[in-house]
């Protein structure tokens, strides 16, 4: 069991980094009466910009959050089934790896998404962005003590209530 213990590790490390970012550029306020874009507030970005980078990966948004809503749910049985002593070890590390494969398309989609409105972002933009994606894995979560999880150090996260012709739900 040693194995799938280090392996449960490391999925955490790998899913906070990720929950962290999706979680720093998602808005979380009450919807507007237009569309939200809470990377284009986090970064400023002008609208026009902020546009561009939304119609560079116009699926990211509705992917990303069907694919955390899975990871989600895979973790849910997870737990589940080690809150039962009675489950087969089989049948955990089988969830083990529904739980690892649904934390990788996730991880997958963000890095395409990244990798999709970098060329859109300013060299200072992309700095920013990457600096806090990079810190936001290395440090599992939180990047200042006693902040909140995914919120940048020294900044507030994205903003609540922007509307700047962007889609509605997500980071681009």
């Known amino acids: 069991m040693r194995r799938s213990t280090q392996i449960l590790i490391l999925l955490a490390a790998v899913a906070v980094g990720i929950s962290a970012f999706i979680a720093t550029v998602y808005s979380g306020g009450a919807p507007s ?3 939200r874009c809470p990377l284009g507030d986090w970064l400023r970005l002008p609208t026009d910009q902020c546009k561009t980078v939304c ?3 116009p699926g990211f948004r509705g992917e990303a959050g069907d694919l955390a809503d899975r990871k989600s749910q895979e973790r849910l049985t997870l737990a589940a089934l080690l809150e039962d002593p009675a489950t087969p ?3 955990i590390l089988d969830q083990v790896e529904r739980v690892i494969a649904a934390n990788a398309a996730l991880e997958r989609r963000v890095a395409q998404h990244l990798l999709a409105i970098r060329s ?3 060299p200072d933009q992309q700095g920013r962005l990457l600096r806090f994606c990079a810190e936001s894995v290395r440090r599992g979560c939180c990047v200042k003590p006693g902040g909140n999880c995914g919120e940048p150090a020294g900044e507030g996260g994205c ?3 922007a509307s700047d012709g962007c889609a509605e739900r ?3």
């Open 120 to 122: 859109h972002l300013t």
């Open 55 to 57: 119609d560079a990966d």
């Open 33 to 35: 009466a237009g569309p």
């Open 170 to 172: 997500g980071i681009g």
């Open 89 to 91: 070890g089989d049948q």
């Open 159 to 161: 903003s609540r209530g």
